[in-house]
């Protein structure tokens, strides 16, 4: 992690490479295809988390109506 600089008032903070150059290390087009790809699977992990989640809470719901029915046994058998 970079330092933290700025004066003893804490007004003006900056990050700061330890070398002192100002500017951050290049990145290889092979590392960015990378990064892409790892992107990539991260928003299709994300995708199936949040329909795996929509459809545990639909059949949660669906539970829950099954077991708050509060008709006699007899109408919820003979419809």
Do not use: C, N
């Amino acid at each position: 992690m970079f330092p933290l600089t700025g004066d003893s008032t804490g007004t003006m903070k900056q990050l700061v490479p330890p070398d002192g150059a100002g500017a951050y290390p290049a990145i290889s087009p092979g590392e960015v295809e990378g990064l892409r790809a790892l992107l990539a699977e991260r928003e299709v992990t994300i995708r199936d988390l949040r329909s795996r989640l929509d459809r545990e809470v639909e059949e949660r719901r669906h539970l829950i109506a099954l077991l708050t029915d509060r008709r006699p046994w007899w109408r919820r058998w003979f419809r």
